[in-house]
Every structure is written in C-alpha cells, then in structure tokens.
Antibody, heavy 120, light 111 residues
C-alpha cells in the first residue's frame, strides 16, 4: 500500500509564496511518477504538474508555468511544489498523486490533500 | 482547456446512465489514454477506468468505458445509491506542450 502525506498548506497573501511537501514513507519512491493535482473549493480537478522518477522530465499546466516549480528528493522520499506569485485563483486543495505504470492518467494513489488559501 | 462533461446526470436505481467527456484530436481523440475518477464528498478521487476501457482490480463490472472520436464515455449499469458522486475524466494531451487534462466533472444523482 502506497501512502502519500502532504504538508505545508496554509493561508498566504496575494503575491506571496508557499512550498508544499509530499512524503511517501517506506516505499520505492525513486520509481514513482508523481503529480500535483488541485481542486478549488466546490469545483473540479485541475492537473498542475508532473515529475519523472529521475527528475529528467517535468511538465506544467499553462496556468502555473513560470510561477510553480515541482521537484523531488528521492533520498528523502519527498515531492515538493514551490508556489510563487500566488493569486486568489490558486486557492485550492492540492493533492499529490502517483501515476502507476499501467497507463497514462493512471492515478492510483492520492494523498489526503493540503489546503492552500490565498487571501489578504 | 478542460474536457467538457455534462454538469449532472441522473437515473433511478437499476437504470443505466452514460457520462460523456468531449475533447479534441489533440487529447481524447488522439490517444487511448482516458481514465475516469469517482469522488464522493470530502474524499479523494478513486480510479474507476483507465486506458479508455480497462477496470482496475476491485472496481465493479457495472462501470465500463468507451470512446468514439473526440468523445469518451463512462457507463454505469444497474445504478446504485452508492454511485451518487462526482465523476471526472482525464486524458493526456499534446497540443502545444505535453500535458494532462481533467474534465469539468459530472454530478451523478440517484433518484
């Protein structure tokens, strides 16, 4: 069973920064394809970013390109999302999710989510 | 842009319903990489269908997927009260840059 645990959410002012973390304890973390997916309160899912197991392939949604940075530290079994120049539109629950090897868009394990609120 | 889904679909217990997911030739129509997720209120999404038609282990055979052109579909047969939830499709796309895209979401209401 893969466990993903997010942390780092909270209240931040517009224009501010925040870094989310996602830890997967006790797992072959360095083989995982990992994503961040967000969900604004009461709204739908939005894919945010992807990082390959060796960090050699990174993708971003147009809505966050240039403002968010996805990274990972395989030695610490950790995934990160550095979020800069935040605006109210970035308010959402942020999930880290593993993409299984069986297929593309195959998100088989999700964390419980970290709420990010951007407000003055 | 997100894939287009109907805002809501309803049906009575025992009936079958179908949820559509419309994209473009750069995503849904161009790849057999469409998956479907079920999300109950306050819960994390659960994978129901992957690769257009495949069910993960443990998912009921009442759930099935298909695709025609730029539109994918999820069919729930023998509708049950526990099926009431939000459903999202997901596809890989490559219009300008490679990306993943979710649908707008569909609320399934069991009457």
């Amino acid at each position: 069973e893969v466990q993903l645990v997010e942390s780092g959410g909270g209240l931040v002012q517009p224009g501010g920064s925040l870094r989310l973390s996602c830890v997967a304890p006790g797992s072959p973390f360095n083989t995982y394809k990992l994503h961040w997916v967000r969900q604004p309160p009461g709204k739908g899912l939005e894919w945010v970013a992807y990082i390959s197991p060796a960090s050699d392939h990174i993708l971003y949604a147009d809505s966050v390109e240039g403002r968010f940075t996805i990274s990972r530290d395989n030695a610490k079994n950790s995934l990160y999302l550095q979020m800069d120049s935040l605006s109210a539109e970035d308010t959402a629950v942020y999930y880290c999710a593993r993409e299984g090897t069986s297929d593309i868009c195959y998100f088989d394990y999700w964390g419980q989510g970290a709420l990010v609120t951007v407000s003055s | 842009s997100p894939l287009t889904q109907p805002a809501s679909v309803s049906g009575s217990p025992g009936q079958s319903i179908t949820i559509s997911c419309t994209g473009t030739s750069s995503d849904v129509g161009g790849y057999d990489y469409v998956s479907w997720y079920q999300q109950h209120p306050g819960k994390v999404p659960k994978l129901m269908i992957f690769g257009v038609t495949n069910r993960p282990s443990g998912v009921s055979s009442r759930f099935s997927g298909s695709k025609s052109g730029n539109t994918a579909s999820l069919t729930i047969s023998g509708l049950q009260a526990e099926d009431e939830a939000d459903y999202y499709c997901c596809s890989y796309g490559s219009s300008t840059t490679p990306h993943y895209v979710f649908g707008t979401g569909t609320k399934v209401i069991v009457l």
